[in-house]
């Protein structure tokens, strides 16, 4: 019922940028956070970045001032600007998106994954 739609990853050199994208489309009633996660191979799954629907922002501690998410509440979409990435950054990037569905009698709540798009940051 949620679809996630992402965008924006690829291979990019070490001290380059990327800019990822994730489009939510579906039967919305309303979303509450908006998140990206990344898993390297052998690794688990953690976060990058989050932001509320109230705007608040939070990042995993290695981003270290280097990514800013930011999010179009018009387009339900979510961004994530990556500067001076490095090897350490290479993985497979999700976007994570929660929020309520229209139900018949009260609103359900959800939580979608997107299928990830790879980041390889390699000279």
């Known amino acids: 019922q949620v679809q996630l739609v992402e965008s924006g990853g690829g291979l990019v050199q070490p001290g380059g940028s990327l800019r990822l994208s994730c489009a939510a489309s579906?039967?919305?009633?309303?979303?509450?956070?908006m998140a990206w996660y990344r898993q390297a191979p052998g690794n688990q799954r953690e976060l990058v970045a989050a932001i509320t629907s109230g705007g608040s922002t939070s990042y995993g501690d290695f981003v270290k001032g280097r990514f800013t998410i930011s999010r179009d509440y018009a387009k339900n979409t979510v961004y994530l600007q990556m500067n001076r990435l490095n090897a350490e950054d290479t993985a497979v990037y999700y976007c994570?998106?929660?929020?309520?569905?229209?139900?018949?009698?009260?609103?359900?709540?959800?939580?979608?994954w997107g299928q990830g798009t790879q980041v390889t940051v390699s000279s």
């Open positions: 994570n998106v929660n929020g309520l569905l229209p139900g018949p009698f009260h609103a359900v709540d959800f939580i979608s």
């Open positions: 579906g039967s919305i009633f309303s979303i509450n956070a």
